[in-house]
Structures are given as structure tokens and as C-alpha cells.
């Protein structure tokens, strides 16, 4: 789990003090905890739900705890000199010590009186995520997001200086035509040079467009012409060429990082295979099955027998396959596992390979009598026909219209229409192989329609006692609506562009975390510079709780709830801020409330946020749908399939998606009426359920789907494998076993 | 210049004629009267200037013939059948006709007394310059353009569907909680579906965020979860799958297309090489060195003879080397180009080299004695010191500063210095030097100053006459804030970006041309949907000529100048569509002075212009960027790099910026003193100007950028070359002339 940045001492004390610190439970734990730390806000002052402050610092002293725990276990096996040296250790350090003056200093201003204090170390609460070893694919985000930033630096500087000259030459133009702005009569037109700057800065994000520009283009059509040439240069190339210089950087850091990942991966594979290898006089080492297996059993996460026993047989394959290729005899020794093959392990623990137990219908087993009868076979068939889905799908857009209609009554109807499909198909496929991993779209209906049932029931019992709670009718409603989406998994076409994007969401996820943690740190600086500065919701409300607000453009517009006062606000505020749109109105009110140098924050959260996160967020995303798109398995993934042929166990589909009901279910039905009629058992519900395996299209993380987009780049590399960092723990532990052994 | 697309006989009468039609000038004449008869827009009804209908329908006229005339010359050589199936040469014909119906009707109507009557076939001028073999660039753009519709149709139908949904939901969420918006509290928040449906389409564009969310916001905080999921899945995931699907195919599309140029190219090669050949019966055919200077004479566009004579020692050279490596006898057959060479000849005229006549400063020439004297020396020491450009960059901060703080009578000051600047640097290099095609920034300097000059002595004279153009003044001031960009010539990193932004300049100008045709047809569309309902200017206007927008949001903004009253306010208009914010204010306009069927066309708009093309841009400009920044000499032009250098025809740098300025003055300064002291005169003095090749990096146009991106993807062709369409022209004249001779 730790890859190669942890370095550890070999003794047998050490190993054991590794393996006692890489328990993956105490991993999860620790994560829960830094989690936990973050979701204190919540309860701390300014608080969401108000607790003492006694009960929060308590709660975080545990996390504390629980982190430096994680430290002093580290302490144990790491060797002393890397420990104290190590940047990330002396950050979670020094982040712990700050952590507890600020405490201390806190406590004391509250006891003593003073409102209004505030916890300014919460601002270092996402450093933990960004080094602790649990959280290591955030770091490495982080890692990638903090090496593009010199590289843009240049073009920064030379967009504020393209921006300041066009700021003087609007200045110089506009300043002495007695020009107002239209939403304040009071404001003369680019009069101060800063406010100009601004402005124009806002004008960059389009989100005063083309308000700033209508009092010069009233007052005389040519105006517009600089305006155009304004935006043109620096919302439209400057802003490409953001996107554009930290497309190319990023790509590169990647591809430096992930290079060295690959070859630090080779040299410890290597260290194992000498160490697991037997070594004969006239022969080339190999691994020998027994050992295979028992190294296999003290992996971390060891895999099943049966995908321990499919590896050997790949990797056998795999050797023989090279040594045809090289004329070579083939009798030779084929019980053990090469070099050459070995160095190949990573790789093949990555693939995502799903056991599948081809299941066995207890309706079957149970009542086969009836499963097997006229009627049942008749039902069997209708399911399976390509009608039955149709009709519901036209369900579906029934029951659309009649809940956009508020035909209330028919509610009822389709719900029952919903549950019978459920039934149905449960019957025909078995419960078993009907929530099977590979239909998710099952368990998507079978979620949505039975959490509707229930709330449909619970609504109708309150609503007899004349209770009418907004929220479960507002939870019904949202469950209709989403049950409205399973169309679009009946429809072959929208299926692989959903399954694209569904293959780079886990993916995502650690630039949603990184986004979170970015977010997190600005909205306590936010809280603690703005903070309770504007309150109340928009209605008919003339200042916010602030008069210096009355009369402004934030009042009009009602933006009263866009405000920092709890960490909840925060994120929603600066979500809006992330979407760009009025956010020079949201700083407007900011201003106005403290002064122009408010609008630091804002410009200096646009330029982290939106320029940096946000472009790498769309290069990687542009970067990973181009691979999904044109996706074919990779070098590991063709020989795993071919094992899998040659041995009779493949799937019978790749598919994950609801097409897959369809076929599946012509399949057993066919394979049943065949049976049927020739008389004979097959294996499968004669010997119980027959083990399958299917390779996931799906990526496990976003490493393995960056080594994927490299893979072709790294063409040396290539051929010694390309697999990701999380599955070489395994490989420490390799390592470490037989050194021990 | 017309590529593989035009087919024609090879009889003699047929070829004089396609060189008659492949006249340059004929065809620069075209695209004039073609742009012409765009730009009339301006002077129809509802015009800029109006002019009266008869003189524009005669100058229509007149465009048409041009068009017409160029059509019937293809017909002399182009064989019939394929002039009557091509369906560009179809569409043009139909479009002559429906204008001339269209002409007569209008002029009917007109005559008839009936007002507003409006010439709808202009929407039409557009397709000219799709179809038209003059603009071959733009057709290819659309042809690509309209290759990528079909990939995304699932993508938006989904995108649809998406939004949908999710309106069905607010609309049932929102509906009866009596919410409304803050901007009009007559209008009851989600109310009516499809209203529901634009609002929450214009929120994908984040025109309308926050607001659309602030009064469910505002009723319960938890509703925020709502338009955050919202604006993640349609603004975020969907409209990066626009830009990756886009991507994608575009890519795809244009590989294909240049893959087919490419083999194409060679084949016409080979032909010409049959052609052009002397066979021997036992060596290789070979093209003779007078056969080679006779075919580049008769080029189009012929290369100088120095050009001429440097290619053909390229390919010599190229024919040794491949002799080198099969180990074949070399005195063979220097003296010829053999089929190898040959088919290299395209991407050798498509390099992009620059003749540098080395320059001898005239002062030198004509002066000798004072260029040469002490006090001359110590100027061009002084101007060649790097203290010279940085006291310039300080005198221009100092002239911002002053600009900024309105000081005029430091302007004659700064003048003079800048003068001043140009005419040192134009002594020490020399004005030809100075002005040297490589020299790009001294232009600009040059222009801006004088520009400036001129401009401010005629304002001091106006002055004294006590009329005061502001025009002149604003001209003026544009050229004071211009001068200060030059300063971002005088940093090295900011010249890398800047020279990347220019070099791919010329290439994005075919996409510009695309857009304009874009917006062309839909200003004529809104003018004649939209022409006259709104007008007058913004300012403490309360209707903007028309009752029905009273109260409106769009008065309050002041949106009266966005109309579609001619084609200059159109354009203008359609530019603030385009950058999208406040599109829903505009939209509203228009709806309340028609109906709500006017969004389809505001909606419209942005499908086809801000998710289609500018996505097709962006893709284009992000790929074009990182091939410039890792811009790596192709094949052929490091084999002409390297003959240079043999024949020491090398120019002394490469760079085509600024700093060149500066070792180029050092270089000659150096010389200058070496020779004066050894008293030894350099060649280059006594002999004349000394020819030099400089191979630019910028591209020519579009084309080869693209051929560039895929070299390395399209292997085997790249092979055997990857240079592009324009110069097969030539090309087609080699095989034609060969023919006749």
C-alpha cells in the first residue's frame, strides 16, 4: 500500500513491526480518523451543530492521537535517518505541534472571555491527507499539482501584464467620457486604475460579460472592438494556453513519475525472484509451485485459491509461449516460473479478474417441478424477450409524464408494474445471478424501487395520522425521478458512453479528494476572515444583518446566504465560486463588508481553483475518455484471456451492463430447453455452481489507469511490464516473508 | 493550390485552360469579390450604410458573374460527368440560382411598396466559401466539422435526457413551495416545465448560477445538494465528454484524411517521375539536372534560382546517403534523381526556407569613414550592450507610470527617446538589416512609434486649430499602451510563449474564417427574425423602443445596443452569445418582444457555436500547442539543414525574435573590429551580399501543422514524406507540362 517511498529496515523485529503497521485495518482506521478530523468543523465554532468546545477538542486530540501513533509505529522499523529527514514526517510533525499551541492558545482566549476566537490551525488539517502514507494517491495528485505550478508561472505573469496594459488603455479611454456603470449610477466608469484592473480581471472569467462593456459600446459602437480584442487574447488564448501548458507538464511529471515507478518495481521484483528462486547448477533459476503458493498465501490480501492457481498456469503459459518464439526446448521445465515470467507477477495481480460462480436458480433446486412447468417456461420466455423490455421501458415514459402530470394515483399502478418486472426477472435469472456483480443496473432498480415501496408506505401511514413530513415526500419524489434513468441503460448506444464515464469515476475520485482538501483549507480562511460579516437568507432582506450592504448589487440579487459562517456555507459559497458565474458579486458584498483587499481571496481562490485544479482535472479527464474510448486490453490481460480459453473458464460475456440480462437470459433458457429435451444434467447443476472468471473493464485506481495511458509512451518499459505501485506492498511483502523464512 | 479534389483531362487544349484557371491572381480576384459580396451586408437593408437596393443588387450581380464566370473555366477542362455529379460545384450552381430568384422577388416586393421585405438568400453567401475550390482550407474545416456530428448526437441526446430529468425533479421539488425569483417576484419559481427546462439548460452554461439557486437555497439549505449534483453531471462530466468526443474524432477524421493526402501525393509523384525520367536500360531511371531546372521554372509559383539549385543539391545528397547505407558504388549516378529523391521534392518546397542576403550596412558603404570613425564605434558598442535594452525597458515602465498618471507633457520626452532608440539600432545594424523579415519586434517598434509620431504632430496642429477629434486621441493612446508591449520582446521566456502563440496564428486563422461564415448566417437568420424590435441605447432608456420590455430585466441591464438591427450589431451580439454569460438576459429580450419559440434559436446558437465549433477549436489549439512546444525539425528539413551547413549557406541563427537583435549586433560588432585590425576585408564586404537560407520555424498553414501532429502516428507514410496538399499543385503542373512538352 505504501510503494516505494517507504523505506524500512530488513531485520526480523522491523518486518514484523512492517507488517503489524501495514495491517489494513489500522489503515482503514487511521483514514476514518483524518476524515474525522476534517468533519469537526462541523461541530466546532462557527458550528454547523454547536457543541462545546471542550467535547470537539477532545475528539480531535483522539485523531492526533491516533496519527501520531501511526508515527511512532513507523519509528519502529523505519530506519532513524530517513524518519527525521523526511519532509512528510517533519510536516505531520510540526503540523501536530502547531495543532496543540493553537489549542492551548484558544482555550485560554475562551476562558477568558474574549469572543469571537478561532481555531487557525484547522486551516493545516488537509496536510495530513497530503502526507500521511494512508492517503498516498492523494499525495501524489498533490505531488503532480504542485510540480506544474513553476511552468505556469510564466504564462501567469505575462496574462497579469497582458491584462494590465489593456486595464491603462481601457483606463485612459473611458476615464474622462463620463461614463456610469448601468447597475450603479453612482460608479463612474473605469475611473480608479485598481478597479479597472479588477474588472477586467472579472471579465477574463466572462462573468461581467458584456455588462462591463455596455456603457463604452453605447456610447460609441467601436468601443466594442476592444472589448472583442480583449477577450479574444486573454479569455480565449490565454486561458487555452493555461490549459494547454499544464496539459503538457502534467503529462510529462506523469510520465517521469510513473517511469520510475516502473523501474523501481522491476528492481524489487527481481530482489524476490532471487531470493524465492531455486537454484540449480545447469539450469535458469525458477520459483517452484510450492513456493508459489505459499508466498501467494502471505500477501497481504491474499487472492483465492482458484485465482492463485490460474496465475501459475498464466505464467506458465507465459513460459512456454517465450521459449517457442526462441526454438527451445519445451519439455524442459515446465514446473517453475522464470525470470522472465516472474517480473510479469504485478502485472498479472493487477488485472481485474472477477470470480464469477455461475450460479444455480434455487427456484431450480427448490421447485424445479414448478420452475420446469408450461407456464413457467411461458413466463421464462416473455422475460427474455426483447418486448419485455421495450414495455417497460415505455413504462418508464408513462409514468414520466404522469408524475410531471401529478397524476398522484397512478403512482400506485407503477409501482406495482416495477416490483412484478423485479419478480420477474428474479425468477427467470435466479436471485443470485440477478444481483451478480456484473448487473449493476439490477441492483440500481432493485434499490430505487424498493426504497420507494417503503417511503411510499411510510408516507401513506403518516399521512393517515395526518403528519406530512416535506422530507419524505421530497425523498419519494427524487426516487421516482431516478427511476426514470434506468432507460437509459435499455439503450445500447447510451450504455458505452455511460460506461466510459462510469470506468474513470473511481478514478476521479482522488482529484475529488484533492479538490475537497483545497476547498477545506480556504473555507476556514474564509470563515475566520469573513465569518458571521453577512447573515439572514435573501427574502426581503435589505442588508444582510449588515448595513454597509443596503442598496448594493449582492442585495439585489439576494446572495445573503452565500456567506462563511459555518463550514457547510463555506462549501456551497465556494462552489459557486468554482463555477465562476457572479462570483465579482459575491466579492462585491465581501468587499463592502471589509475592504478591496477582500478581493485577494477571491482572485488568489480563482487562480488555484479554477485556473490550476480545474484544467488539470479536465486534462487528466480529456486524457483518460480519449483511452476509455479507444480502450483494448492490455499485453497481461490477452494471456490471462487466453489461460481462461484454453481452460474452459471464461465468462460467457465481458459485459457489465444491463445488455448482458438480455443475452444471459436467451442463453439459459436455451441451455435449459435444450437440457430438457435431450434429457441430460448439465455439469453446472449437477456438480453445483462452476467457478468462472471475467477481466473488469474497470480500472481498480487511477494508477493503473495512468500506467494504461503511458503504456505505449514507455516503450522499453513496456515489455518489463507496466503495472501500478499499490500491488508491489505485496511484493515488500514478499520480500520480507522469505527473509524471514 | 486545389489538391486532389479537382480532376481534370490531360489533352493540351484542356491543360491551357486549368493553367489559365490555376492563375493566381484570377483566383485572389475570386476570393475578393467572394468576401465583397459578404460584406454588402453592410450596405443592404437593414444596413450600416445604406445604399440604395439597385446599386447593392448590381454589386451582387457583378459578385455572382465572378463566381459564375469561374465555374463555366472549370467546365473547359474538368470532365463533364464529374462537373455535373461534384456536389460542391451543384450547390453552387443552386445557390446562383435561389440568390437570383430571391433578387427578383425582393425587388418585386420592393416595388410594391411593401416595407421590411428582407433578402433571405443571403444566409446562403456562406456556402461560396465552402464550396469553392479558392478556399479549400475552410471547406476542409467544415468537412471535419460536420465528420464529428454524428459522434456527439448520442452524447447530446443524452446530455438531453440528463437535463430532462433533472427538470422533472426540480419541477416537482420547487413546485408548490411558493418560491420566486429574486429578480422578478412576479414569476413563480419552477412553475411551468419547459420554463423549468431552459432555466436549468442555461445553468449547464453557469450563465444563471447562482441565481436560478438561491431562493430553494434560500427556503432549505439541503436543496444546494441538488443544483451542485446538477451542475457536476451536466456542466462538468458533460460538457468535458463534449470536448473529449470532439477531441476524439476530430483527431480520428483528420488522421484519415491526411493519411489518404499523403498516399495520394505519392502517387502523383510517381506519375511525374515516369514522366520526367531519363530511362536508362540498365541503371535506375533518373530525373537530369536540366530536367529538374526546366520543371521548377514552370511551377506556379517557381522558386528562386538559388532555391532551385540548393534543393537540388539536397536531393543529391539524399540519394548519396541511402547509396551510403546500402553499401552501393557511389560514383555511380551522381548526376540524377532518382525515384526515392524524387518523391521527397513536396515536402522539400513545402519547407519553410527563408533567402537571408546577408546584409551590408549602407552606411558602411556610403560612409565609411564616419560608420567606421571612433565615436561611431562607441555608439554601436553602447547599442549592442544589454544596458541598451534594459534602459529602454525602464523608459518604457517609466512611460506606462506616466501614461497612467495622465502627465501629456512627458509624451514629447518619450517620443523622442523611442525615435531615438530606432534610429541607433538602425545605424548599428543597418536599415536593411533592421528591417530584416527575421527582425519582427523592430517592425512593430517601428510602426508603433512613427505611427504615434505622425499621429501626435497631427494632433498638436489640430490642436492649435481648436477642432479636437477624440478619434485622433483614442488612436493615440492605443499606440502609447501598444508600445508597452514590446517589452515582453525583451524577455527570453515570455518570447518561447509568445512565438508559440504566433506560430500557430496563421492556422487558427481558417478556424476564424469558419466561425465568421457561422455567425455570418446567423446574423442574417436574427436580422431578419429580430431586425428593428429592439433599438436605441441603454442609457436611462425604459423601453428600448418597444412597450413589451418595460420592468424587464433586460432594460434594467441596459441590453437595448445587443440587437440584430444590421450586421455590425449582429456580429457584436452573437460575439456576447459566445462568450456565453448573460445569454439568458438576451434570450429574454427577444422572448418578450416575440415568443418563447425565439429560445430555440438562442439555443440553437450555442449547440452548434459554443459546444461544436469552439470545442473543435479548443482541441485544435491545445494539440497545435504542444506540438510547438515540443517542436522537433522534421525528416526533411534536418537533411536540408545539413546540406546548408556543407555549403556554408547557413544563416548565422534561427531565431526569429528579438533577442536575436542582440547577438546578431554583438556577432557584427565582433567582425566589424576582427576585420578592422587584421585589415583583412570579410567577403561579405567585397563581394557583396552573401546569400544565407534560414529555415523558419513557423508553418505555413494549417495543413502542415496537421501533417506535423500525425507524422509520427501515420508510420508508414511518414516514411515516404508527410508534407501537404498546397504544393501537389505545382505538382499537377510538373505532369502537365511534361505532357505538352
Redesign the interface.
Known amino acids: 500500500m505504501f510503494g516505494r517511498t517507504l523505506e524500512y529496515n530488513t531485520d526480523p523485529t522491523s518486518l514484523d513491526h512492517y507488517r503489524r503497521y501495514s495491517n489494513r485495518y489500522l489503515q482503514w482506521t487511521t483514514l476514518l480518523f483524518m476524515w474525522f478530523l476534517l468533519i469537526l468543523a462541523l461541530f466546532e465554532d462557527p458550528a454547523v451543530v454547536p457543541l462545546p468546545y471542550w467535547a470537539t477538542t477532545i475528539m480531535e486530540l483522539i485523531c492526533l492521537g491516533v496519527i501520531f501513533f501511526r508515527l511512532s509505529q513507523l519509528y519502529r522499523f523505519v530506519p532513524q535517518r530517513t524518519m527525521i529527514t523526511d519532509p512528510k514526517n517533519i510536516v505531520i510533525a510540526l503540523t501536530i505541534i502547531v495543532t496543540l499551541i493553537d489549542m492551548v492558545v484558544y482555550i485560554g482566549i475562551v476562558e477568558s472571555g474574549v469572543k469571537g476566537a478561532i481555531r487557525v490551525s484547522r486551516v493545516l488539517r488537509p496536510l495530513f491527507f497530503i502526507n500521511m502514507n494512508e492517503s498516498k494517491q492523494v499525495r501524489r495528485a498533490f505531488r503532480n499539482i504542485r510540480n506544474t505550478v513553476p511552468e505556469i508561472l510564466?504564462?501567469l505573469?505575462?496574462f497579469m501584464?497582458s491584462i494590465a496594459?489593456f486595464t491603462?488603455?481601457a483606463?485612459?479611454?473611458f476615464q474622462y467620457r463620463g461614463l456610469y456603470y448601468?447597475?450603479d449610477v453612482s460608479q463612474k466608469y473605469f475611473v480608479d486604475?485598481w478597479d479597472s484592473f479588477f474588472d477586467l480581471y472579472v471579465l477574463v472569467t466572462?462573468?461581467?460579460?458584456?455588462?462591463v462593456?455596455?456603457?463604452a459600446?453605447?456610447s460609441s459602437?467601436w468601443f466594442?472592438l476592444f472589448f472583442?480584442a480583449y477577450?479574444i487574447i486573454n479569455?480565449y488564448?490565454f486561458m487555452?494556453?493555461f490549459?494547454?501548458?499544464i496539459?503538457?507538464n502534467y503529462r510529462a511529471h506523469l510520465k517521469t513519475e510513473i517511469r520510475a515507478a516502473v523501474f523501481w518495481k522491476r528492481k524489487k521484483l527481481e530482489e524476490a525472484f532471487e531470493l524465492l528462486a531455486d537454484h540449480f547448477p545447469d539450469q535458469n533459476a525458477t520459483v517452484t509451485e510450492k513456493t508459489w503458493f505459499q508466498v501467494m498465501k502471505k500477501l497481504t490480501n491474499p487472492p483465492t485459491y482458484r485465482k492463485v492457481n490460474l496465475f501459475w498456469e498464466v505464467l506458465q503459459a507465459y513460459g512456454k509461449e517465450d521459449k517457442n518464439e526462441e526454438n527451445i526446448d519445451e519439455t524442459d521445465k515446465v514446473n517453475g516460473i522464470g525470470k522472465d515470467q516472474f517480473l510479469q507477477v504485478a502485472n498479472l495481480l493487477n488485472v481485474n479478474l472477477v470470480e464469477d460462480s455461475s450460479t444455480v436458480n434455487i427456484f431450480y433446486i427448490y421447485a424445479r417441478d414448478v420452475y420446469m412447468s408450461r407456464p413457467s417456461r411461458f413466463i421464462r420466455t416473455c422475460v427474455s424477450h426483447r418486448f419485455f423490455v421495450y414495455f417497460f421501458d415505455l413504462m418508464i415514459i408513462a409514468n414520466?409524464v404522469c408524475?410531471?402530470m401529478d397524476w398522484e394515483s397512478t403512482e400506485w399502478f407503477f409501482l406495482s408494474i416495477f416490483i412484478l418486472e423485479i419478480l420477474l426477472k428474479m425468477f427467470t435469472l435466479g436471485p443470485k445471478e440477478y444481483f451478480s456483480f456484473s448487473r449493476l443496473w439490477n441492483w440500481f432498480d432493485f434499490l430505487i424501487i424498493m426504497s420507494a415501496f417503503i417511503a411510499t408506505i411510510v408516507e401513506a401511514s403518516l399521512d393517515e395520522l395526518n403528519t406530512f413530513p416535506r422530507e419524505v415526500l421530497?425523498f419519494i419524489?427524487?426516487l421516482?425521478?431516478l427511476r426514470?434513468?434506468r432507460?437509459?441503460g435499455n439503450v445500447k448506444?447510451?450504455q458505452t458512453?455511460?460506461m466510459t464515464?462510469l470506468n474513470i469515476a473511481p478514478s476521479l475520485v482522488t482529484y475529488g479528494i484533492v479538490l475537497l482538501m483545497i476547498y477545506y483549507a480556504f473555507a476556514i480562511v474564509a470563515m475566520e476572515c469573513f465569518g458571521g460579516l453577512i447573515s439572514g437568507?435573501?427574502?426581503e432582506n435589505t442588508n444582510c444583518g449588515n448595513p454597509k450592504l443596503e442598496g448594493s448589487e449582492f442585495i439585489?440579487?439576494?446572495?445573503?446566504?452565500?456567506n462563511f459562517n459555518d463550514i457547510?456555507?463555506s462549501l456551497?459559497t465556494l462552489?459557486?465560486l468554482t463555477?465562476?458565474?457572479?462570483w465579482h458579486i459575491i466579492t462585491l458584498g465581501y468587499v463592502l463588508v471589509t475592504s478591496k483587499a477582500a478581493r485577494i481571496f477571491f482572485i488568489f481562490f480563482h487562480l488555484i481553483v479554477v485556473i490550476l485544479i480545474m484544467n488539470i482535472i479536465?486534462a487528466f479527464?480529456?486524457e483518460a475518455?480519449?483511452l476509455e474510448?479507444?480502450l483494448s486490453r492490455s499485453h497481461i490481460e490477452i494471456r490471462v484471456e487466453k489461460v481462461l480459453e484454453q481452460l474452459g473458464l471464461m465468462a460467457q460475456t465481458n459485459m457489465t451492463s444491463v445488455d448482458h440480462d438480455r443475452t444471459q437470459l436467451v442463453i439459459d433458457q436455451e441451455n435449459d430447453d435444450n437440457r430438457e429435451y435431450s434429457g441430460s444434467h448439465d455439469a453446472r447443476y449437477r456438480d453445483g455452481p462452476r467457478h468462472t472468471f471475467r477481466i473488469n473493464k474497470g480500472h481498480k485506481n487511477v494508477e493503473v489507469l495512468l500506467q494504461r495511458m503511458f503504456e505505449g509512451e514507455l516503450e522499453v518499459e513496456a515489455v518489463s511490464g507496466s503495472s501500478s505501485q499499490p500491488q508491489t506492498v505485496t511484493l515488500d511483502d514478499v520480500t520480507g516473508t522469505s527473509v524471514t523464512v
Open positions: 510564466n504564462v505573469v505575462l501584464f496594459v491603462l488603455l483606463f485612459k479611454l448601468r447597475d486604475y466572462t462573468a461581467n460579460s458584456p455588462d462593456m455596455m456603457p459600446y453605447d459602437e466594442a472583442i477577450i479569455t488564448i487555452n494556453l490549459l494547454a501548458v496539459y503538457n414520466a408524475i410531471g421530497d419524489m427524487v421516482r425521478c426514470l434513468v432507460i437509459v448506444r447510451f458512453i455511460l464515464v437568507t435573501g427574502y439585489r440579487v439576494g446572495y445573503c446566504n452565500n457547510l456555507h456551497v462552489v459557486e463555477v465562476v458565474n457572479q479536465v479527464v480529456l475518455f480519449i474510448y479507444s
